[in-house]
């Protein structure tokens, strides 16, 4: 797929997936929801991808769904037309895009350059860890036009605790970098200059991990949240069998007695 409104680079083993609106403050349109779920597909189906970094250009991260390019646009749906509407809701369209992020097995960052709000902070709650600018604003806004939160509903109490989540998910209130610090929503806050090169060295080091048992361990705690203990005991016990007949396995060990830094290659 040819990409109008994001963009899609690889440096090494790192993808950087850029929303590309900065106009809009990356607000998302049907297009780029169609090109972000193509982009994450085909980072996660990449074997020389090993860390996804999803950002921002210009100013801002993404400010949620662009109302006047989605909500009233009838080209997109009949917003007079509640059956209609609902129906459009549960389609594939504007319920898809970066949802493709609870699936992919590979470490996903989010690097939060500026107002991560709506649709956006969503975006930023499916990655598995996220780096935020000092300028960085998060915000679950849904209420405020009469919607509700999509993957943050059950993502972030995970994250930062029941409590928080109602505070955030229902005054719709918007709080900075240090806030989400504190809470732990983002894993670290760096100065504006610094937050690529900070984000650049965690996916490195990301990258550096053996590659099967990364995805082994990130399915391992998807499942461990949802799943019965006895049902995740049994994945564990397979996942940990596969991980040790593999010759990244084998590798590690003999770079740990050797005291080296082993060379992974994903087999």
């Not at 169609?34 to 085909?42: G, H, N, T, W, Y």
């Not at 009233?72 to 389609?91: F, M």
């Not at 209420?143 to 509700?148: D, P, Q």
Request: hydrophobic share 45%; aromatic share 6%.
């Amino acid at each position: 797929m040819e990409y109008k409104e994001i963009i899609y680079t690889l440096e090494g083993h790192i993808c950087i997936i850029t929303l590309n609106r900065p106009e809009a403050l990356n607000a998302l349109t049907n297009l780029m929801h169609i090109e972000i779920q193509d982009a994450i597909l085909r980072a996660g189906q990449d074997d020389d991808v090993r860390a996804v970094i999803v950002t921002g250009a210009g100013r801002g991260f993404c400010a949620g769904d662009d109302i006047k390019k989605i909500f009233l646009d009838p080209s997109a749906a009949d917003s007079k037309n509640r059956e209609t509407w609902l129906k459009y809701l549960q389609g594939e369209h504007i319920m898809s895009g970066a949802r493709v992020l609870l699936n992919v097995n590979k470490p996903t960052i989010a690097v939060v350059n500026g107002a991560a709000v709506g649709y956006g902070c969503d975006i930023a709650v499916m990655c598995n860890m996220r780096i935020a600018s000092e300028k960085a604003r998060f915000g679950e806004v849904f209420l405020r036009v009469g919607l509700i939160p999509d993957e943050s509903l059950i993502l972030l109490p995970r994250i930062v605790g029941l409590a928080k989540a109602y505070e955030m998910l229902l005054t719709t209130d918007i709080i900075d970098a240090q806030e989400a610090l504190r809470i732990g929503l983002v894993n670290k806050v760096v100065p504006h200059e610094e937050l690529m090169p900070a984000a650049m060295e965690l996916a490195e080091k990301l990258a550096k991990k053996p590659p099967i048992a990364m995805k082994l361990a990130i399915e391992g705690v998807r499942r461990g949240l949802a799943l019965p203990l006895e049902e995740f005991l049994q994945f564990h016990s397979m996942a940990f069998t596969f991980a040790s007949e593999t010759e990244d396995h084998i590798e590690g060990s003999k770079a740990f007695v050797e005291k080296r830094e082993p060379v992974f290659k994903g087999k």
